[in-house]
């Protein structure tokens, strides 16, 4: 079984965490995994950085420009991952733009990532019913979780499409926003997690997008199956370095 | 065999097109691929949309044929002057279109980006007529070298908004744009300036510019009596004002398809906007076509004098004109532009702007038969270029 699923078949709240990749140095994509899964983290988003990533605010795109101006390339990931899976097993994902995984070719992308030990990927511009069409069966093929998103503009109908054509679990964006824009949840996005959790659907959600500290990882668990931090645990490492990432991780759990 | 070089029923040229946008975006639209069509063959939009083509605009621009110029190259130049339209420049008659489509849509709010700031005119120009909040996103770079223009939006009473990111120029501000239409997506209506984008867009824009050609057709008829000229010509950036010249013409092989792309300092110089020759397949904004990339996949930045033609892609209908061979693609160098933007000032009185001197340049690299008929899109009026022209030609 993929480690993802694996994962979610735990009955505990999920705590996922991305990065860019080769930010804030070039080198410190596999101490950033390493540290992450010591901390006690259940997922990681290893972002692929990409020159104009439109669903990302100021904070990972900076953190993109660096990496990029770093030296970061799709192979250059690959490479830095190749013995991974000699050091840990935390569920592991890449997030990017499609447009680089279309340059270095779908298929050869998918190789590649099972080689690696990764297990599902994140491409928010790849659309849902492209990917059923052209991709569904090379991702299968090659054991990868393909995760979308959904936000709470997304209909009922199409949330059940999603559902089906998943396989893990469902990104639920918490707000109309790109990442990083807002702090804490209103009324609007807590009745949102509730409606999509009353739907039943086949995949568990995990939230993404607002969620910085305990507070917020509480309210978007309450009815989900976990949450994501991505440009808070940025802002962290641009500051604190990459290193003890307990000073990070364990208050938004609530850990002393 | 109608329609083949058409966007087809799910968005796409050939292989080009699509919307590739994230989920954020995809009630937006989703809401005006499911609209714009029926919105556009309502007889009250057309009626509008005509009216205000006619008496703000100044529609039909005239189709000019430009004697002397004809007599220099050995052909028989006509001139599409789109550079008389009010605001000096084509891209009125898209943002003319999209506020009456946003109005139907019950938005109340509209977002633009723009490069040189002809399309942020153009936009704050109508949001001014209807009365609508305008939000501009403009490069923080171009915000500098475009000082008349963005004097020009906020007297309009638009809010013009600097794109920090990246390379603070187009591309940039197309993001920022984008990313406020995912942040507002109810009440907002993002008015794209070129044939670029996700489906609708690029069809959408151009059936708006299409009015171009199709007074081509009618003007030619009473002017030689025949409505098809043997060349279109038009410059090409993101290419909304080649589409419009072109849309009428596309499935009747007899016409030729000319483009002109921006060749900047030469195009394998490193400062070059031709996508055609530099371009690969892939996804930028939203749309699957040609574009200049890294091999990692990467954008990367163009360069053109031109800042209307300064954009790392092209609109998937060109792309698809290009590799089916539809079209023949030309690239012109900064100094061929601006020698036939002087040219044509000599010869016929007219400045234009520096994106149609690219058009203009044509005759640099193609020659014509003596009874070719040969219409070139003016696509806009050089006085917002004047600067450039003195420093370059040290008037």
Same mark, same amino acid.
């Given at each position: 079984?993929?480690?993802?699923?694996?994962?979610?078949?735990?009955?505990?709240?999920?705590?996922?965490?991305?990065?860019?990749?080769?930010?804030?140095?070039?080198?410190?994509?596999?101490?950033?995994?390493?540290?992450?899964?010591?901390? =006690?983290?259940?997922?990681?988003?290893?972002?692929?950085?990409?020159?104009?990533?439109?669903? /990302?605010?100021?904070?990972?795109?900076?953190?993109?420009?660096?990496?990029?101006?770093?030296?970061?390339?799709?192979?250059?990931?690959?490479?830095?991952?190749?013995?991974?899976?000699?050091?840990?097993?935390?569920?592991?994902?890449?997030? =990017?733009?499609?447009?680089?995984?279309?340059?270095?070719?779908?298929?050869?992308?998918?190789?590649?990532?099972?080689?690696?030990?990764?297990?599902?990927?994140?491409?928010? /511009?790849?659309?849902?019913?492209?990917?059923?069409?052209?991709?569904?069966?090379?991702?299968?093929?090659?054991?990868?979780?393909?995760?979308?998103?959904?936000?709470?503009?997304?209909?009922e109908?199409?949330i059940r499409?999603?559902d089906?054509?998943?396989?893990?679990?469902?990104?639920?964006?918490?707000?109309?926003?790109?990442? =990083?824009?807002?702090?804490?949840?209103?009324?609007?996005?807590?009745?949102?997690? /509730?409606r999509v959790a009353k739907m039943n659907l086949t995949n568990p959600q995990?939230? =993404?997008?607002?969620?910085?500290?305990?507070?917020?990882?509480?309210?978007?668990?309450?009815h989900?199956?976990?949450?994501?931090?991505?440009?808070?645990?940025?802002?962290?490492?641009?500051?604190?370095?990459?290193?003890?990432?307990?000073?990070?991780?364990?208050?938004?759990?609530?850990?002393? | 065999?109608? !329609?083949?070089?058409?966007?087809?029923?799910?968005?796409?040229?050939?292989?080009?097109?699509?919307?590739?946008?994230?989920?954020?975006?995809?009630?937006?639209?989703?809401?005006?691929?499911?609209? %714009?069509?029926?919105?556009?063959?309502?007889?009250?939009?057309?009626?509008?949309?005509?009216?205000?083509?006619?008496?703000?605009?100044?529609?039909?621009?005239?189709?000019?044929?430009?004697?002397?110029?004809?007599?220099?190259?050995?052909?028989?130049?006509?001139?599409?002057?789109?550079?008389?339209?009010?605001?000096?420049?084509?891209?009125?008659?898209?943002?003319?279109?999209?506020?009456?489509?946003? #109005?139907?849509?019950?938005?109340?709010?509209?977002? *633009?980006?723009?490069?040189?700031? &002809?399309?942020?005119?153009?936009?704050?120009?109508?949001?001014?007529?209807?009365?609508?909040?305008?939000?501009?996103?403009?490069?923080?770079?171009?915000?500098?070298?475009?000082?008349?223009?963005?004097?020009?939006?906020?007297?309009?009473?638009?809010?013009?908004?600097?794109?920090?990111?990246?390379?603070?120029?187009?591309?940039? *501000?197309?993001?920022?744009?984008?990313?406020?239409?995912?942040?507002?997506?109810?009440?907002?209506?993002?008015?794209?300036?070129? *044939?670029?984008?996700?489906?609708?867009?690029?069809?959408?824009?151009?059936?708006?510019?299409?009015?171009?050609?199709?007074?081509?057709?009618?003007?030619?008829?009473?002017?030689?009596?025949?409505? !098809?000229?043997? %060349?279109?010509?038009?410059?090409?950036?993101?290419?909304? !004002?080649?589409?419009?010249?072109?849309?009428?013409?596309?499935?009747?092989?007899?016409?030729?398809?000319?483009?002109?792309?921006?060749?900047?300092?030469?195009?394998?110089?490193?400062?070059?906007?031709?996508?055609?020759?530099?371009?690969?397949?892939?996804?930028?904004?939203?749309?699957?076509?040609?574009?200049? &990339?890294?091999?990692?996949? &990467?954008?990367?930045?163009?360069?053109?004098?031109?800042?209307?033609?300064?954009?790392?892609?092209?609109?998937?209908?060109?792309?698809?004109?290009? #590799?089916?061979?539809?079209?023949?693609?030309?690239?012109?160098?900064?100094?061929?532009?601006?020698?036939?933007?002087?040219?044509?000032?000599?010869?016929?009185?007219?400045?234009?702007?520096?994106?149609?001197?690219?058009?203009?340049?044509?005759?640099?690299?193609?020659?014509?038969?003596?009874?070719?008929?040969?219409?070139?899109?003016?696509?806009?009026?050089?006085?917002?270029?004047?600067?450039?022209?003195?420093?370059?030609? #040290?008037?």
């Amino acid at each position: 079984m993929n480690r993802i699923n694996q994962k979610l078949n735990n009955d505990k709240k999920l705590l996922s965490i991305y990065f860019t990749a080769g930010y804030p140095n070039i080198d410190d994509t596999v101490s950033i995994i390493q540290n992450l899964e010591q901390s =006690g983290v259940d997922m990681i988003e290893i972002g692929l950085p990409f020159s104009d990533p439109l669903a /990302d605010g100021p904070t990972i795109q900076a953190s993109s420009t660096a990496a990029l101006k770093n030296g970061m390339t799709t192979e250059k990931l690959f490479d830095q991952l190749k013995d991974i899976r000699k050091s840990v097993s935390i569920p592991l994902i890449i997030m =990017g733009y499609f447009n680089p995984v279309l340059q270095y070719g779908v298929e050869a992308f998918c190789k590649k990532c099972q080689e690696i030990g990764i297990d599902g990927l994140i491409l928010p /511009d790849l659309p849902a019913d492209v990917y059923d069409e052209e991709y569904k069966a090379i991702f299968e093929k090659y054991g990868l979780i393909n995760v979308f998103l959904i936000t709470p503009q997304t209909s009922e109908e199409r949330i059940r499409y999603i559902d089906s054509i998943s396989n893990g679990f469902i990104y639920m964006v918490s707000s109309a926003s790109t990442t =990083g824009a807002q702090s804490g949840f209103g009324e609007a996005q807590t009745n949102y997690f /509730d409606r999509v959790a009353k739907m039943n659907l086949t995949n568990p959600q995990i939230v =993404g997008f607002g969620i910085s500290n305990n507070d917020t990882f509480t309210q978007a668990t309450t009815h989900t199956k976990g949450a994501i931090i991505g440009s808070a645990f940025i802002k962290y490492i641009s500051e604190n370095g990459i290193n003890e990432l307990n000073n990070f991780v364990n208050p938004i759990l609530g850990k002393n | 065999m109608k !329609n083949t070089y058409n966007i087809n029923d799910k968005g796409y040229y050939g292989e080009f097109g699509g919307a590739f946008i994230p989920e954020m975006l995809y009630p937006n639209v989703e809401e005006l691929r499911q609209n %714009y069509l029926k919105v556009m063959a309502e007889s009250s939009f057309q009626e509008e949309f005509n009216q205000l083509l006619k008496d703000y605009v100044g529609r039909p621009s005239p189709l000019y044929f430009a004697k002397r110029l004809s007599e220099k190259n050995n052909t028989k130049v006509y001139l599409k002057r789109e550079d008389l339209n009010h605001t000096g420049a084509h891209k009125v008659n898209n943002t003319i279109g999209q506020i009456l489509m946003a #109005k139907r849509l019950g938005k109340n709010r509209i977002i *633009a980006e723009t490069g040189a700031g &002809q399309h942020g005119v153009a936009t704050a120009t109508v949001c001014a007529l209807m009365g609508m909040e305008c939000i501009v996103y403009m490069g923080e770079i171009d915000i500098a070298r475009q000082a008349p223009n963005v004097a020009r939006m906020k007297m309009l009473g638009a809010e013009v908004r600097p794109a920090l990111s990246g390379s603070r120029t187009l591309k940039d *501000a197309t993001n920022e744009a984008i990313r406020d239409w995912i942040g507002n997506p109810v009440n907002t209506h993002y008015i794209i300036g070129s *044939a670029i984008g996700p489906h609708p867009y690029p069809d959408m824009v151009t059936r708006f510019q299409s009015v171009i050609s199709e007074e081509i057709k009618w003007q030619l008829k009473e002017k030689e009596g025949k409505e !098809n000229p043997d %060349y279109v010509v038009a410059c090409i950036g993101g290419g909304s !004002n080649a589409a419009g010249t072109y849309y009428h013409f596309l499935d009747d092989e007899n016409v030729g398809i000319i483009a002109v792309e921006a060749a900047g300092k030469g195009i394998h110089s490193g400062e070059s906007a031709a996508t055609s020759a530099l371009g690969k397949e892939g996804i930028i904004h939203g749309c699957k076509t040609l574009l200049m &990339q890294t091999d990692d996949g &990467q954008i990367t930045e163009p360069y053109s004098i031109s800042a209307g033609l300064d954009y790392p892609g092209v609109g998937p209908l060109h792309s698809h004109l290009y #590799k089916s061979g539809r079209g023949e693609f030309y690239s012109a160098t900064d100094d061929e532009a601006m020698q036939a933007g002087l040219e044509l000032t000599k010869l016929e009185g007219i400045i234009p702007a520096i994106e149609s001197s690219h058009a203009l340049a044509v005759f640099k690299h193609k020659t014509f038969q003596p009874d070719d008929i040969v219409v070139i899109s003016l696509s806009g009026r050089g006085d917002k270029d004047l600067q450039n022209y003195i420093d370059y030609f #040290k008037l």
